[in-house]
C-alpha cells in the first residue's frame, strides 16, 4: 500500500497506553490506583500546587486558553462606515426547474 497511513497515529498510540494502563489496573482490582488516587489527594490537601492543578485539571477540565487579538489602524483607514439593509425585488413571476 502506497501512501501515508489511515488513520490518526497519535491515537492509535494514545490507545495502546491506555490499554495498557488498564491491563495493569484490572490485575489488583484497581488497589494501587485507589493508593494513587489518595496520594495524590494527600498532597494536594499538604498545598502541593502540582496536586492541586491535577485534581482540578480532572475534576473540572482543563481551563480554556484565552486568546487576545488585538489590531492598529492606520489613520488613512476609514473610520465612518454605514450598513444598509434593502429589501430585494418580490419574484414576479416563479422560477421554475426543469430536469432532464
Known amino acids: ?6 488513520g490518526n497515529q ?4 494514545g490507545k495502546s497506553w491506555l490499554d495498557a494502563l488498564k491491563a495493569e489496573i484490572a490485575i489488583d482490582d484497581g488497589a494501587r490506583l ?4 489518595a496520594q495524590l489527594l494527600n498532597k494536594a490537601a499538604e498545598g502541593d500546587l502540582a496536586a492541586i492543578k491535577e485534581l482540578a485539571d ?7 486558553q484565552a486568546n487576545t487579538l488585538t489590531a492598529q489602524l ?4 476609514p473610520t465612518n462606515i454605514q ?3 434593502i429589501q430585494p425585488d ?3 413571476k416563479p422560477l421554475v426547474i426543469e430536469s432532464n
Do not use: W, Y
Request: glycine letters at 6%; zero cysteines.
Open 90 to 92: 418580490p419574484i414576479r
Open 34 to 37: 485507589q493508593k494513587a488516587a
Open 1 to 6: 500500500m502506497a501512501g501515508a497511513p489511515f
Open 74 to 77: 492606520e489613520t488613512s483607514a
Open 10 to 13: 497519535n491515537a492509535r498510540k
Open 58 to 64: 480532572r475534576l473540572d477540565g482543563k481551563a480554556i
Open 83 to 85: 450598513v444598509r439593509f
